[in-house]
């Protein structure tokens, strides 16, 4: 079920109103109404899904009372053996179904000829997986940590997990800010549920019509990439950099804007990552759920910035490397945190990693030319790394890029469709960076302040609205398949 859909409207609606008018007085009746309507939201893709994610919630909810068992006797042993076993079965069910058929074939390519014969398995990737899964691991994490006591409410873990809004796409949450929101009966927040009603709007905008459109001349050249100019490859390059922003950034903002028609707060995502002035201030912004967890889980641990600058980087490339596996199976992705690593490290071995923690523009309505240069020259490599990101294969990227910098790089650009499209493609870009430099300090492009007149605020939404109608059709998510 697509956010972007007919059915997902019905079901948004329908929800709304029996979780407020008739599931609204007991905490746990309403959790088990949570749990029931994510489960149904999952299942519309296959309902074989449910058995997994059943399994994973089970499982990290014993995890949690067996942890928290051996914990109130001081017996660290017992405990992390009980996270560690949670752990290791939560990521042997995330490499069966993700990573498995890719590593097998690997290796059948470098020592059975190529013969994978009787050692591949027909299965289904469940959408989300890596999502919930790692929200299901921080669970078991906080608990052993002691930030977290562990809950016997098996409702409202079951709901924790499987919360809707955030279930197949994130952000992914930590059980210290979600799991406590299933504790208390919350009450209808008007300004709250407004405010939802605003951020799912943007959301829709920039999903709609600034990646959908984006997406259809992406496809067109990543497609047929080895028979176009270099200047048109460029093109397609940048559209499916603000492709990918567009597609995840919005389906945050939906996820984040529905979770507050429900009285949740989820964490925020994205903070205008393309007015980055470096790339360590762009995985600041950008992904930030992501991001933080293999800091708390996958740094911290290994030491963090606290150990030698040699170790430093190291634990540098090990979180970069995690995170593009993380994304999917395949070399491409490795290469691409591979290359933002690379991209780091001279910024931690010069201590300038920290050296932007304001906002771009702080108490100014326009970029300094220093500022203004550290943005395009950061894009650039951003949307080097994507070309990476994007194409099938290694070989597929580096003809890709070397298209780019071939001799048809000032070409006239040919091959991605009618020119009018991009014209008006790159007008809604245009469009969604004004509105984000403007409200750049705020949570989202419809955050109330942007215009203090009522009727100039009403007039945007419906043009924003009235807008959506010109879209390319109901495209799927990019960050499903992850």
């Given at each position: 079920m697509l956010f972007n859909s007919i059915e997902f409207a019905i079901f948004l609606v329908l929800t709304f109103l029996l979780y407020w008018f008739l599931f609204n007085r007991k905490r746990r009746v309403r959790n088990l109404f949570i749990i029931i309507v994510s489960y149904i939201f999952y299942g519309w893709w296959d309902w074989r899904f449910l058995l997994l994610i059943a399994f994973t919630s089970l499982c990290s909810y014993v995890s949690g009372l067996i942890i928290g068992h051996y914990r109130d006797k001081d017996n660290r042993k017992g405990a992390r053996w009980a996270c560690g076993l949670?752990?290791?079965?939560?990521?042997?069910?995330?490499?069966l179904f993700k990573y498995y058929?890719?590593?097998?074939?690997?290796?059948?390519?470098?020592?059975?000829?190529?013969?994978?014969?009787?050692?591949?398995?027909k299965l289904i990737l469940p959408v989300g997986i890596s999502f919930y899964t790692f929200?299901?691991?921080?669970?078991?994490?906080?608990?052993?940590?002691?930030?977290?006591?562990?809950?016997?409410?098996?409702?409202?873990?079951?709901?924790?997990?499987?919360?809707?809004?955030?279930l197949v796409a994130g952000p992914i949450e930590r059980a210290t800010n979600l799991l406590p929101q299933f504790y208390?009966?919350?009450?209808?927040?008007?300004?709250?549920?407004?405010e939802g009603m605003r951020r799912i709007l943007w959301g829709l905008f920039k999903k709609i019509i600034v990646a959908d459109s984006c997406a259809v001349m992406v496809n067109r050249i990543f497609a047929d990439y080895e028979s176009l100019p270099g200047s048109t490859l460029a093109i397609g390059a940048v559209l499916f950099a603000f492709q990918i922003y567009g597609d995840f950034s919005g389906y945050s903002d939906i996820a984040i804007g529905t979770a507050r028609l429900f009285g949740f707060s989820l964490m925020q995502n994205f903070k205008v990552p393309y007015f980055s002035r470096d790339i360590?201030?762009?995985?600041?912004?950008?992904?930030?759920?992501l991001n933080t967890w293999f800091v708390d889980y996958v740094y911290i641990p290994l030491g963090g910035s606290r150990v030698a600058k040699h170790k430093v980087i190291r634990n540098t490339f090990t979180i970069f490397l995690l995170s593009g596996l993380w994304h999917g199976a395949n070399w491409t992705f490795l290469a691409w945190g591979g290359y933002h690593a690379g991209l780091f490290v001279p910024l931690i071995a010069t201590k300038r990693n920290r050296r932007y923690t304001d906002?771009?523009?702080?108490?100014?309505?326009?970029p300094t030319f220093r500022e203004v240069r550290g943005m395009a020259i950061t894009f650039c490599l951003v949307v080097i790394g994507w070309i990476f990101f994007r194409s099938e294969t290694i070989t597929d990227a580096w003809r890709y890029l070397t298209g780019i910098f071939s001799h048809t790089l000032f070409d006239k650009p040919v091959g991605y469709g009618r020119e009018h499209d991009l014209w008006v493609t790159l007008a809604w870009i245009v469009v969604m960076?004004?509105?984000?430099?403007?409200?750049?300090?705020?949570?989202?492009?419809?955050?109330?302040?942007?215009?203090?007149?009522?009727?100039?605020?009403?007039l945007i939404y419906y043009a924003v609205i009235i807008s959506l109608f010109f879209g390319e059709g109901v495209e799927t998510f990019i960050y499903f398949q992850f």
């Open positions: 949670n752990i290791g079965v939560n990521l042997a069910i995330l490499c058929n890719f590593f097998v074939t690997e290796f059948a390519a470098r020592f059975l000829d190529g013969d994978t014969s009787g050692i591949l398995i929200q299901a691991l921080s669970y078991s994490i906080d608990v052993y940590r002691r930030k977290l006591a562990p809950t016997r409410d098996m409702t409202a873990f079951f709901a924790y997990i499987a919360f809707f809004p955030q208390t009966i919350r009450k209808f927040d008007y300004e709250g549920a407004v360590a201030e762009f995985w600041r912004r950008w992904h930030i759920s906002t771009v523009a702080e108490g100014r309505r326009f960076l004004c509105v984000e430099w403007i409200q750049r300090k705020r949570d989202h492009g419809l955050a109330i302040g942007m215009v203090r007149q009522r009727w100039l605020r009403w």
